[in-house]
């Protein structure tokens, strides 16, 4: 397992009953994850602590209920970076923090590498990863079909006072920008992605990660230098189990430039016992 266990700003507290309870700095929030089903270790007065909690709607998507007063946003840190959150209207926050532990390790790549170091971010989401390699030194082009994430990760570019000259923001369709990128001859020595288990395109194409997710990589390993880095591939799709994302790397990427993969699931440690699966990450580095 990949576990992201450095976080000071962050925590999970408790989980149980399809849900798990967090500390976002001086925050507490409650949130469904439906693959925690047993029984939650803190009692009912713990989780009745929480200042929202998102319930879900039996007729799909659900709403925040408040209980104790929240800004509409804060910031988080996590080592030199500096993050806003919110609630959302999908449960969610602006940040994924068991990714913390990809960004370590792509972080150590960048700084290992003699050299320059060009990232490319697909999915980028809000900037986290983005924000970690730019300030390992990377150039980093970071690409999100929705303006308003990619107008959340300038702002934590800001947040972070990393210099401006590290980034290029792109709001575009993530397969329209790779085969744009290929004609164009733009080479990249490091790709990370976390696409989407589900969605739709600008045009209302259906993507469905299962179908869509061994095309989009055999795009993106022609974008690779002649010397890359890594190439990174998160999941959150259940049944793509690391063994998928080996194999897709092993035949996309490592057949041509050797390496190593390492495909693991990705967790977050529980202050009340255990950990909390979070989905996957299939690693191929570059030995060389």
């Avoid at 849900?19 to 949130?31: C, P």
């Avoid at 999915?123 to 929705?146: E, Q």
Wanted: hydrophobic residues 35%; charged residues 25%; neutral net charge.
């Amino acid at each position: 397992m990949f576990i992201a266990s450095d976080w000071q700003d962050f925590e999970v507290l408790d989980t149980g009953s399809g849900e798990k309870l967090e500390r976002w700095g001086d925050y507490l929030l409650a949130r469904p994850d439906p693959q925690t089903i047993w029984p939650p270790a803190l009692p009912k007065a713990e989780w009745a602590q929480a200042h929202a909690h998102y319930r879900r709607s039996e007729r799909g998507g659900g709403a925040w209920s408040y209980r104790r007063s929240l800004p509409e946003e804060w910031t988080v840190a996590y080592r030199d970076l500096r993050f806003f959150v919110r609630p959302t209207g999908f449960k969610h926050t602006g940040l994924f923090p068991e990714q913390a532990v990809n960004w370590d390790r792509m972080r150590t790549l960048i700084e290992q590498r003699n050299g320059p170091v060009r990232v490319l971010n697909l999915f980028g989401y809000t900037g986290g990863a983005t924000a970690a390699c730019a300030a390992s030194g990377a150039h980093v082009t970071h690409v999100d079909a929705a303006k308003g994430m990619v107008q959340w990760a300038k702002r934590n570019r800001e947040l972070c006072q990393l210099p401006e000259d590290r980034f290029r923001f792109i709001v575009e369709d993530a397969m329209a920008f790779v085969q744009r990128e290929y004609r164009r001859e733009n080479r990249y020595d490091a790709i990370l992605m976390d696409p989407p288990s589900y969605g739709r395109g600008p045009s209302g194409e259906i993507w469905k990660l299962e179908n869509e997710l061994y095309p989009l990589v055999f795009a993106c390993a022609r974008l690779l230098s002649d010397r890359p880095l890594f190439f990174f591939i998160n999941s959150y799709t259940t049944g793509l189990q690391p063994a998928v994302l080996s194999n897709i790397l092993e035949k996309t990427v490592q057949s041509r430039f050797g390496g190593r993969i390492d495909s693991q699931e990705v967790c977050l440690p529980v202050r009340s016992g255990g950990v909390l699966p979070c989905g996957a990450t299939g690693r191929w580095e570059n030995n060389g």
